[in-house]
């Protein structure tokens, strides 16, 4: 089953920049790496460069759950790739975000997913990335 993958695409209204950027910077963390409406991040730690590690804890329900990795390729405002381990993940996850620029101003966001215990956990991550990205579009406008 750890062939799984998932890929979620989004346009965001700022620029390859601003978007890299976000991804990089704990405040910015906090403010998009929430699955749910009054779900929050109490923390957030980024080394932004690569083999730098991050740490984000998520909160929902009451409850803390760490997601940590490390980042294994940052090319500015284009891709990053970076380990993903959480209590929902399985060893060597990873995580790929291109970003395209669209023309307008506006960046196209492809996140894509590697390794998963099971269809239903890929599911579960597919849900969870689509409304990290909404939540980092509001962030990011």
Same mark, same amino acid.
């Given at each position: 089953m750890s062939e799984l993958s998932l890929t979620v695409m989004k346009t965001i209204p700022a620029s390859p920049e601003k978007v890299f950027n976000a991804w990089l910077d704990a405040a910015m963390l906090k403010k998009f790496m929430v699955t749910c409406e009054g779900d929050r991040v109490p923390k957030a730690e980024s080394d932004a460069r690569e083999g730098g590690q991050f740490l984000i804890v998520m909160e929902s329900g009451g409850k803390e759950i760490p997601h940590s990795g490390t980042y294994l390729e940052l090319k500015p405002h284009s891709r990053l790739v970076f380990t993903w381990e959480s209590p929902h993940s399985v060893d060597g996850s990873t995580v790929t975000v291109d970003l395209a620029p669209t023309g307008d101003? #506006?960046?196209? @966001?492809? @996140?894509?997913?590697? /390794?998963?215990?099971?269809? %239903? #956990?890929?599911? %579960?991550?597919? /849900?969870?990335?689509?409304?990290?990205?909404?939540? @980092?579009?509001?962030?990011?406008?």
């Open positions: 101003g #506006a960046t196209d @966001l492809t @996140l894509t997913q590697v /390794k998963f215990a099971s269809e %239903g #956990a890929r599911d %579960g991550h597919i /849900k969870g990335w689509t409304a990290i990205l909404d939540m @980092l579009e509001r962030a990011a406008a």
